[in-house]
T-cell receptor, first 114, second 110 residues
Framework: EPEVTQTPSHQVTQMGQEVILRCVPISNHLYFYWYRQILGQKVEFLVSFYNNEISEKSEIFDDQFSVERPDGSNFTLKIRSTKLEDSAMYFC????????????FGDGTRLSIL | QKEVEQNSGPLSVPEGAIASLNCTYSDRGSQSFFWYRQYSGKSPELIMFIYSNGDKEDGRFTAQLNKASQYVSLLIRDSQPSDSATYLC??????????FGTGTSLTVIP
């Protein structure tokens, strides 16, 4: 069964550094998402992406964050100048053809900021 | 602020029993509803989704939706120890954003 793949599985970075989290969505899916989950807390929406542009973003997704689809398969989340509070699991998800379709999640990237 | 509320639990049921998980949401315009299972340290895994009032069954799982009362529930019949996980309710109001609850921790006791 097709799946969303994320790399790396764990990223350790010094505070203030930039990180790029990578995702390969399911190939025939058109909508892509990033979520984060701070340890012990709920899954929080960051951003959705469709047709090569951001379609919606949350208050969390400030100027520190950016997303990109650099080619036909990858979908990346960049965090500039990381802060301690950015430490979390970051999940990529994709869905088929409408915004209310089920979203399928990747295994996540655990980001640890030192 | 759109809220999705779940009882954090833990909910404990004996093996073979029915587990009942509940979720309420604040946005009356919500259109689609999802249940995800999340094992500790893992990603959310889609269990079921429901769009219309009533019941939807898939194997041992039944989702129930009551839009008038703004709640959605998940029943797990013949609960197994492997069902022990946190169950996340997610709600979509027609836009691009899913709103998740904090999850209910379920333990199935052998």
């Amino acid at each position: 069964e097709p799946e969303v793949t994320q790399t790396p599985s764990h990223q350790v970075t010094q505070m203030g550094q930039e990180v790029i989290l990578r995702c390969v969505p399911i190939s025939n899916h058109l909508y892509f998402y990033w979520y984060r989950q701070i340890l012990g807390q709920k899954v929080e929406f960051l951003v959705s992406f469709y047709n090569n542009e951001i379609s919606e973003k949350s208050e969390i997704f400030d100027d520190q964050f950016s997303v990109e689809r650099p080619d036909g398969s990858n979908f990346t989340l960049k965090i500039r100048s990381t802060k301690l509070e950015d430490s979390a699991m970051y999940f990529c998800a994709s869905s088929k053809d409408r915004t209310n379709q089920p979203q399928h999640f990747g295994d996540g990237t655990r980001l640890s900021i030192l | 602020q759109k809220e999705v509320e779940q009882n954090s639990g833990p909910l404990s049921v004996p093996e073979g029993a029915i587990a009942s998980l509940n979720c309420t949401y604040s946005d009356r315009g919500s259109q689609s509803f999802f249940w995800y299972r999340q094992y500790s340290g893992k990603s959310p895994e889609l269990i079921m989704f429901i769009y219309s009032n009533g019941d939807k069954e898939d194997g041992r799982f039944t989702a129930q939706l009551n839009k008038a009362s703004q709640y959605v529930s998940l029943l797990i019949r013949d609960s197994q120890p492997s069902d022990s996980a946190t169950y996340l309710c997610a709600v979509n109001e027609g836009g691009n954003q899913f709103y998740f609850g904090t999850g209910t921790s379920l333990t199935v006791i052998p």
